[in-house]
């Protein structure tokens, strides 16, 4: 009797991958660009036991994360590890418990809250450009990856929490990069030693896990004892009620929504704001065009949330470093039953990967896809584009619900930095994607401030 052939999408043998595991590792974006240029829309890989198909067609990407969303799950190893950070929050979580707790979250991202936006994030942000004073007077580089991650911090602590992270801001984005290197750590090492040994690595996650569950219970705890609950996410997650028994949500059930929004809340959008800086420098011409955009429409008073729509070109630079840099730069799903993708069979348990890194450098879709080209994203250029082939914030029913919170939040930055300084490369400086959680430059961002209002 003849074996059964399954048929699969073409993809490189273990033979063929086994010398390349190294460099795999250092450089997994690399990997995934050349899988979707040598292989195409749909690779196979196996891995071990587990049927491994890295998905690179936005029609596919559509049919998993929209059309067939419910025959995929988060039950992977990417979600599966965030969980020992975050709990099952929004961001982990699946069925009907994500469902209820996103209609839950919701009102927290309602229009008019994005709207009053401006009275957290332009604050937060003049407080940051005053203390930039120093090191542009001195010409001492600081770190914009470190100073976008304290910022972002204290911006999502104040709108969805109402607290004032601007003392706890440094400690607090330590103890979150930490946890999430951590993780990163044991992904990409195959042999490592088990959480619970007292290893100085382990050591040091469990001390950052501690850090960030005393902050999130001390808040929780202190808003309880509160006569007001409040009407932020926070006060919306304490009165929530389970709709079948009645009771309230739990302490960790609270925690795990709070610290997914935190972490998750923060970390995109100061990796996004980095990597914009980052691509200014190296583009002045495009660097002077946005100012010219925002002296024009802000001059030198404080921006709004109401100028947002008078500047189009803030919004399509940080969209192409979104396209260029997105933070979430891989998604996972496993599938649940068996499906099909491009005529092959996806067996039942399959992880699914789509890269969005790699996806938005595809030059079937992307007309000289490293160049770093903003009109890119101007309305006549986005009609008939191919929604699902730009998907920095996911896609379907689990886009990332702060899209528009971080879309806010950045062009407010963009125009607040760009108003008083100009931000250029240290000399010293060697940039390099690190592929961990989320996109960061592997040495931090140092750069100099010169002071535009001179």
């Not at 309880?224 to 304490?238: A, K, T």
């Not at 009771?247 to 970390?267: C, F, K, N, W, Y």
């Not at 980052?278 to 949330?305: C, D, F, I, M, N």
């Amino acid at each position: 009797m003849k074996p059964v052939t399954v048929r699969r999408p073409p993809g490189p043998s273990l033979r063929e991958l086994l010398p390349r595991i190294q460099k795999i590792q250092q450089d997994a974006l690399g990997f995934l660009v050349d899988l979707s240029a040598t292989y195409g829309d749909l690779t196979y890989l196996a891995v071990g036991s587990l049927p491994v198909y890295i998905v690179s067609h936005p029609d596919c990407v559509k049919h998993i994360l929209q059309d067939q969303n419910r025959r995929y799950s988060k039950d992977t190893i990417q979600y599966n590890a965030l969980a020992t950070i975050t709990g099952r929050g929004l961001l982990t979580s699946d069925g009907a418990f994500w469902l209820r707790q996103r209609r839950l979250a919701q009102p927290a991202f309602s229009r008019p809250r994005m709207l009053a936006l401006d009275q957290i994030v332009v604050p937060a942000a003049e407080s940051m450009l005053d203390r930039w004073a120093g090191p542009a007077r001195s010409a001492a580089p600081i770190d914009v990856d470190g100073e976008m991650m304290r910022l972002a911090l204290e911006v999502v602590g104040k709108a969805l929490f109402s607290i004032d992270l601007s003392r706890e801001a440094e400690r607090l984005t330590a103890a979150v990069l930490t946890a999430l290197d951590h993780i990163i750590y044991r992904a990409r090492n195959v042999i490592v030693p088990p959480d619970f040994l007292p290893t100085p690595r382990n050591l040091r996650f469990k001390h950052a896990l501690r850090t960030l569950d005393q902050a999130v219970y001390q808040l929780i705890a202190d808003r309880r004892q509160s006569s007001r609950l409040g009407e932020d996410l926070l006060g919306m997650l304490l009165q929530a009620c389970d709709e079948e028994t009645g009771q309230p949500m739990t302490d960790l059930q609270v925690r795990d929504e709070i610290s997914t929004m935190l972490i998750a809340g923060h970390e995109t959008v100061a990796s996004a704001l980095t990597w914009t800086w980052y691509l200014l420098a190296q583009h002045p011409a495009a660097r002077a065009r946005l100012r010219e955009e925002v002296l024009a429409v802000v001059g030198e008073r404080q921006p709004t949330s109401a100028d947002l729509s008078a500047l189009p070109y803030t919004a399509q630079v940080f969209s192409e470093a979104l396209r260029l840099y997105p933070p979430a730069w891989a998604i996972t799903r496993r599938a649940v039953e068996a499906d099909e993708l491009m005529g092959y069979p996806i067996p039942a348990g399959a992880l699914v990967i789509m890269s969005p890194y790699a996806i938005h450098r595809r030059p079937d879709f992307w007309t000289d896809p490293q160049a770093f080209r903003p009109e890119r994203f101007s309305p006549e250029n986005e009609t008939g584009r191919h929604r699902f082939s730009y998907i920095p914030f996911g896609g379907g029913p689990r886009l990332c619900i702060g899209s528009h919170f971080a879309a806010v939040e950045a062009h407010l930055i963009m125009a607040m930095v760009t108003q008083r300084y100009q931000l250029e490369l240290a000399p010293e400086a060697d940039v390099q994607v690190d592929a961990l959680v989320t996109l960061r430059p592997r040495s931090g961002m140092p750069m100099l401030l010169r002071s535009d209002t001179e």
